[in-house]
């Protein structure tokens, strides 16, 4: 099996594609029908990114799915589903399957729309991204109010995903570029930092923003994302 690192990583490449059919929907229909080509693909997304990062057995315990209900209730059957309170929220994590009901109920029966959490943010809320929210892969802030619950894949060795995750993530500093940056930049906006903006590239704001960040994390505050600064903006360290 795969990690939660290596499914948040794929589903980092998909940022910023839009419309249908599209490379997740082909996918998926050359396996089960030109009938997917134009559905909803926000499940789509989970399995197109499942597979190509090796997480298909861990994420998709029976198989592919399109259909958000059926991969909540797989999730239910195999003992690894939780719902969407807020004190469930604070044990969620990067990596983990959630699960969307517009209608603010935890029932698996009524959920609308799912996603892969990147950050767990406090106070019931989560990062995520997702396929087909306004037709496109994009990062959202999401609340408890609208979760259902959420999928515990089975990584490998997931008792050590924290540590399996950070070791898999770069150091970043001012002038350095690309999509770990924009990761780093969304995590900012996210944890209350409106001035920073997801350019790609670490400029002097951005650092500001994350010597703040490191500030309140309790580490030397030098600027610099390296092992002792994701954990805080993945809000997965003790």
């Known amino acids: 099996m795969g990690t939660a690192a290596a499914m948040l990583a794929e589903a ?7 419309g249908r059919p599209n490379r997740i929907t ?3 229909a050359s396996r089960h029908g030109d009938d997917f ?3 909803a693909w926000c499940d ?10 090796g997480n298909a057995k861990a994420v998709l315990p029976s198989g592919d799915r399109a259909y958000t209900v059926w991969h909540a209730a797989d ?11 807020t004190a469930n929220l604070k ?6 399957i959630v699960f969307f009901d517009w209608g ?4 698996i029966g009524a959920i609308d729309h799912v996603g892969v959490i990147e950050a767990v943010l406090g106070d019931g809320r989560v990062q995520t991204i997702e396929g087909n929210t306004g037709d496109a892969v994009r990062r959202r802030v999401r609340s408890a109010s609208s979760i259902a619950g959420y999928g515990r894949p089975a990584y490998t060795n997931e008792s050590n995903w924290t540590e399996d995750m950070v070791k898999k993530l770069p150091e970043l500093n001012k002038g350095d570029k690309g999509e770990h940056v924009e990761t780093v930049q969304a995590l900012l906006m996210a944890r209350s930092h409106p001035e ?10 951005t650092e500001r923003a994350v010597k703040a960040i490191q500030k309140w994390g309790g580490v030397a505050a030098d600027g610099v994302v390296g092992p002792k600064t994701w954990p805080i903006l993945l809000r997965v360290h003790a």
């Open 75 to 85: 999730f239910q059957r195999i003992g690894r589903w939780h719902t969407g309170t």
């Open 104 to 107: 603010n109920s935890d029932s």
């Open 37 to 39: 080509l134009n559905a």
């Open 44 to 53: 789509m997304a989970v399995t197109y990114w499942a597979r190509r990062s």
């Open 12 to 18: 980092r490449r998909s940022l910023g594609l839009s």
């Open 91 to 96: 044990a969620a994590r990067p990596g983990d």
């Open 26 to 28: 082909r996918d998926y």
């Open 196 to 205: 920073v903006r997801i350019t790609g590239v670490f400029d002097a704001t």
